[in-house]
Nanobody, 118 residues
Framework: QVQLVESGGGSVQAGGSLRLSCAASGYTDSSYCMGWFRQAPGKEREGVADIGSDGRTSYADSVKGRFTISKDNAKNTLYLQMNSLKPEDTAIYYC????????????WGQGTQVTVSS
């Protein structure tokens, strides 16, 4: 059973930065596609970024150039560096994992709140 635990959320002013982390356990190889999703109040969940087992990354248009996804396979940890944050980035951010990218992931973390004030 894959377990994902996010950390690093918080409150920041517009233009600031945060780094989210997601510690993964329950599997020992790097074959999973991992990604970040977010859900703002009253809105549907949306994909933010993902990274495949080959290291290829993809981003939502709304975060391109501001967010960077990365992973440390030795530590089984996924990261999301968020720069130039905007109030519209306010949401609960979820880490997710699946054997495949661009699908609804099988495994989810509990979420971490990110609040950006203007």
């Amino acid at each position: 059973q894959v377990q994902l635990v996010e950390s690093g959320g918080g409150s920041v002013q517009a233009g600031g930065s945060l780094r989210l982390s997601c510690a993964a356990s329950g599997y020992t190889d790097s074959s999973y596609c991992m990604g970040w999703f977010r859900q703002a109040p009253g809105k549907e969940r949306e994909g933010v970024a993902d990274i495949g087992s080959d290291g290829r990354t993809s981003y939502a248009d709304s975060v391109k150039g501001r967010f960077t996804i990365s992973k440390d396979n030795a530590k089984n940890t996924l990261y999301l560096q968020m720069n130039s944050l905007k109030p519209e980035d306010t949401a609960i951010y979820y880490c997710a994992a699946d054997l495949f990218c661009h699908v609804v992931p099988d495994y989810w973390g509990q979420g971490t709140q990110v609040t950006v004030s203007s």
